[in-house]
């Protein structure tokens, strides 16, 4: 029972097959398999062996054959030489035998005998005169020599027996005999041009037969034939050379534009000094050689664009400027032999490379502006890491890293540029450059906060991937677009059209589109300048309207603040401030200037720029602002001396801030001088007297100073420090923005200002344009 239950539970038990008869199985099978491979490699050998010896055997049959077949022709020669001398042979015996049958009829006196005369006379007419025997002699020394492939020798038998028989030239009026003999002339003549033909059209023939062969035919009267046939196989021999470097195109997607104009260069030079050589100066033969090499170069372009990369890719760029560059060195090396193709060149290149630098930059917009995917290889250029990781906030690197792809994208498509590109091209690409550059900015532009944060949150339906919301991140957003626009992008692009100045020396005079490059690029930076000032503008604007209006909306800076003033005369005042809200302007300034020290550390020019536009828009909305002005305009709103003498105290502390910080812009001087101008003439209107109301320009100067100097050190005595003598008279001449004004500031002995450095050591903002532009 404990058995069958086993077998039970075990019922496949007596299928296992033993390992020693599976090894026996597999390996005799194995063994089958190797021997049936080895026979039938055996038989494979032996089939390869046979065919290798019938594939001698034939070669050798067929090595024998050629010898056969040029021993035949030797020995047709041969025959043929047997049987003209032969012919000559009878002919002589036909001229003996009538000789003696002339003396033997004057011996024997049958003269009179006039049926045996006319059979004398049939006898001599039938035979040949000597003038027939040696043209015959002489075709069919031409057809031994054409048979012979005797060229030179054939010529000039040929031009020996024109001179001898000038009817050979001309149609003229000849007999039939001539016409005959004529024929049979030209038509040698046409069979040596022929043979003359094949020899210039084989692809082996060599440039010594070649010549000898272009000769003969000028020699021969076809001289246009031959200059086409020199043509014609200068052409076929680019045409293989082409073919044989084309399929390696795909390898060298950047450089093989100036192999193939290295390739196609040099064969129309070798072919030019060909030409001259054999053909001389000829105007008729130089026209067709200008002609024929303007068809290579078309053919040229055409290769270029049809075996290069994607035109969108950088791959394509750097293609087009290396075909740029090679072609237009060759044409300046051509031109010393004639041939000036520059212009041509450039016509036919300019559609392709205008297609390239069009779909590169479309592609530069699309992933310079798309965040979401970051390049890790564009993020790790050398250039850019340094200037730009300075910005990285501690919460987020987007914006970083835009700026960091945005270079890398200008820098590769810049370093494709060759110096000729540049020469020729660069204007175009300088403009595409100021136009990705604005886009980057009107990307940096949505970044910062403005009326849609707050009014169409709804309509806003473009993801922004970076929100500059504190002063930090607005400030950090700043110093990096004035980066890329001050430093990185004169950088990249003044790397590569330096080298421009190397290709000069190479390109001809007659060939240079542009006089100078200095005014393109003068204008390039004032368009990048226009793009810039648009982003600093905004952040000035909304950075100045947030300080003006209050959350609820109301006005900070109002006209009240002149009208509620108490006292009647500032100037009486032994303490006079500026008015609350330009204290708080100030204030909010001066922070902003130390957090301007921390993000923009080293880099004071940006900071006086974005101080000295912020104290410009405060000032330029107070000129602007209707309200502000229709108050003072209303008849039924008293005022008082005291407040025309606050508004120019305010004007004058908001001049002199920009003065102690650094950045004395004229701008901010001349709508201050106009605002106080506007006042005096609404305060006169109303009948107070300005004369003596307002004390002189100078106690506002130095009442501002004063101001300043109090706020600073927080102090209300006379222990701040004094301001010196030098100071800007508002209704005096305007000061300039030039370097030098640095001079007419006011400085101060051992406080820093708010822009983190000592007056002494500030200088004046420096622009590409104008502050007020």
Known sequence: MESSEEEEDFPFIESITPQSEIDSLYQSHTEKGIRKVCCELIDLKDAVENLCGNMQTKYLAFLRLSEEVVEMEHELIELRKHISAQRILVQDLMTGVCRELEEYNSANGDIGDSQQDLHVDEIQSSLPSDTDIRKALFLENIDLLLAEHKVEE?????????????????????????????????????????????????????????????????????????????????????????????????????????TLSRLMFSIISVTTKESGSIFGDNPVYTNRLVQWAEWEIEYLVRLVKNNAPSSETVFALGAASNCVQASLTYCSMLESQGLKL??????????YIEEVLELNFRRARREALDVAEMDESSLLSPRSMSPLSAFATSSDSVLVDSGMKFMGIVEDILSQLTPMAVLHYGANVLTRISQLFDKYMDMLFKSLPGPSDDD??????????????????????????????????????????????????????????????????????????????????????????????????KTRLNALIYLNGEGEDLYWDPDPLPSLPFQALFAKLQQLAIVAGDVLLGREKIQK????????????????????????????????????????????????????????????????SAIIARAIRTFSARGIDPQSALPEDEWFVETAKTAINKLLLGT?????????????????????????????????????????????????????TDPEG
């Open 716 to 768: 209300s005595g006379s222990d701040a420090s004094e301001i010196d003598e030098d100071h800007i008279i508002l209704h005096d001449e305007i000061v300039s923005d030039s370097d030098d004004t640095s001079s007419s500031l006011s400085s101060i002995e051992s406080v820093e200002s708010f822009a983190s450095a000592s007056m002494g050591e500030l200088d004046s903002p420096v622009h590409f």
């Open 609 to 672: 720029i974005l101080l000295a536009r912020l104290t410009e828009t405060v000032v330029m909305w107070l000129s602007e602002e209707q309200e502000f002005w229709d108050v003072f305009e209303d008849e039924s709103v008293p005022l008082k001396p005291l407040g025309l003498q606050q508004l120019i105290l305010d004007m004058h502390f908001t001049v002199e801030i920009a003065c102690f910080a650094g950045y004395p812009s004229r701008h901010v001087h001349q709508i201050a």
């Open 342 to 351: 520059s212009k041509l060149l450039l016509v036919l290149l300019r559609p």
């Open 456 to 553: 169409n949150l709804t309509e806003l339906k473009e993801v922004i991937h970076f929100r500059a919301e504190t002063d930090s991140e607005q400030l950090a957003l700043l110093g990096l677009a004035f980066t890329i626009l001050d430093e990185l992008l004169p950088l990249a692009v003044m790397k590569v059209w330096s080298l421009k100045n190397d290709s000069k020396d190479l390109e001809s005079e007659n060939t240079v589109p542009n006089a100078s490059i200095t005014p393109e690029l003068k204008e390039w930076k004032r368009n990048l300048q226009h793009s810039f000032d648009k982003l600093r503008d905004h952040f000035c604007r909304q950075y100045v309207l947030s300080f003006i209006y209050s959350r609820e909306g």
């Open 154 to 258: 054939a010529i000039e038998a040929l031009e020996a027996e024109e001179k001898n028989c000038p009817e050979l030239k001309g149609p003229g009026d000849t007999s039939s005999m001539e016409a005959s003999y004529r024929s049979a002339f030209l038509k040698r003549k046409s069979m040596l041009e022929d043979q003359l033909n094949e020899i210039t059209e084989q692809p082996s023939v060599g440039i010594l037969e070649l010549k000898k062969a272009l000769s003969s035919l000028i020699k021969l009267g076809k001289g246009p034939l031959a200059h086409q046939q020199l043509l014609k196989s200068y052409g076929s021999r680019l045409q293989k050379s082409i073919e044989v470097f084309l399929p390696s195109c795909p390898l060298y997607p950047k450089t093989f534009p100036a």
